[in-house]
């Protein structure tokens, strides 16, 4: 991979790359399978990066505290904002 990604840019990975990605990452971990009965690294790595909303999820469930102006949070209540006037 020749480019680096940064973290307001991780949805833009494509479901091939990061597949690729757990597959190595499963393979260096030892790992039998990366998607067994209860248990899909692939989902969650896709879901974190792809989707912000499963993200702010996990984040919250980690106890991850995030930055409202990344999260959409104050350009969301600016655009509600303007939409009112």
Known sequence: MG???HSNEVHLLNEAEIKAAVRKMVESLG???GSMEGFDIY???QKYFRDLDK???INLLLGIVEDPAYCG???QARE???AEE
């Open 80 to 82: 509600v904002a303007e």
């Open 73 to 75: 949070e104050e350009e």
């Open 43 to 45: 989902k969650v790595v």
């Open 55 to 57: 993200r702010h999820e």
């Open 3 to 5: 480019r680096l990604i």
């Open 31 to 33: 790992l039998a399978a």
